[in-house]
């Protein structure tokens, strides 16, 4: 493993709920389809869970699907985990979109090992304030860049928030393979690493140095810009104010197969920072998962 994919794990482990989770084997879709026959949204009874729902009905909205299943756990991971499972195991062919709190996924990673669930991504997700600057910190690890969810969230979040910074690695990147292939959005700069499993670095108001630093990448790694032609555009379509809001549709946006950018990389990140203004956001946490049954 090369040393800026090292770096790039470590930070995908700092989000905190991943190092609990890990990566076992059995969790991650093999070759998953893009689309699915029925749909499921799961809400573990976070404080976000409604901005994080009406995201996942726009993108539903937009994708022209007839129904959506709709499940209010209000906390049953852990006060009800057998019901859990009656559940999961009662609606087979399924993809489940959920949102949990961090001790919520612990257990819901459980309950869908036991139920032969395999995940398409997995996602931490952390609002907070440092210095006064509201930050915001995704982690995704994601079977492959076919189902890739940063990239959409990264355009959605752009210019909304002080910091923002947005991390996703791919388990399998055989579908990555061919012509390199970027993603672009105005205002960001685009980076490639040096070597076989590249990492892709996009920064929006902070120099390459200051994006690598955010993200606690080494200063000895080769970097080369990526020209505006390899890189596709990310359009989005309705940027949502609330930033759980705007999570639920990236991840629901994937979910539903909808078009995003599929990078030509083992990892990408996003980096934005903000110097109009300090703007703070209220501390949240909570964990996003992908889920066919």
């Not at 794990?9 to 989000?15: F, M, Q, R």
């Not at 539903?60 to 859990?84: H, I």
């Not at 890189?231 to 990236?250: C, L, M």
């Amino acid at each position: 493993m090369e040393m800026d994919r090292r770096s790039l794990l470590k930070s995908v482990l700092a989000g905190g709920t991943l190092v609990t989770l890990g990566v076992p084997s059995w969790t991650f879709a093999e070759q998953p389809s893009r689309r699915a026959g029925r749909y499921a949204l799961l809400l573990g009874g976070t404080g976000t869970d409604e901005a994080f729902a009406q995201g996942v009905r726009a993108a539903w909205m937009k994708s022209g699907y007839g129904r959506l299943s709709s499940f209010d756990l209000k906390g049953a991971l852990l006060s009800e985990p057998d019901e859990v499972t009656k559940l999961l195991n009662r609606l087979r062919e399924t993809r489940w979109i959920a949102v949990t709190d961090e001790a919520g996924a612990v257990v819901f990673q459980e309950l869908t090992r036991s139920a032969g669930g395999r995940l398409l991504s997995a996602g931490s997700h952390v609002a907070c304030v440092e210095e006064d600057r509201g930050v915001l910190r995704h982690v995704w690890l994601t079977s492959s860049p076919t189902h890739g969810v940063a990239g959409l969230l990264a355009a959605q979040l752009d210019g909304a928030h002080d910091t923002v910074s947005v991390v996703e690695r791919f388990l399998d990147t055989s579908s990555a393979g061919g012509e390199l292939v970027a993603w672009s959005a105005p205002g960001f700069a685009s980076y490639r690493s040096a070597g076989p499993e590249s990492t892709h670095l996009h920064c929006s108001g902070l120099s390459l140095l200051e994006g690598r630093r955010l993200l606690g990448l080494p200063g000895t790694e080769e970097w080369s810009p990526i020209p505006r032609q390899r890189g596709r555009e990310q359009r989005v379509a309705r940027p949502a104010h609330d930033w759980a809001e705007s999570v639920g549709y990236a991840v629901a946006a994937s979910a539903f197969g909808m078009n995003q950018v599929r990078e030509t990389c083992a990892g990408r990140a996003f980096v934005h920072r903000s110097h109009g203004g300090q703007r703070t956001q209220p501390a949240a946490r909570f964990v996003s998962f992908v889920m066919d049954l």
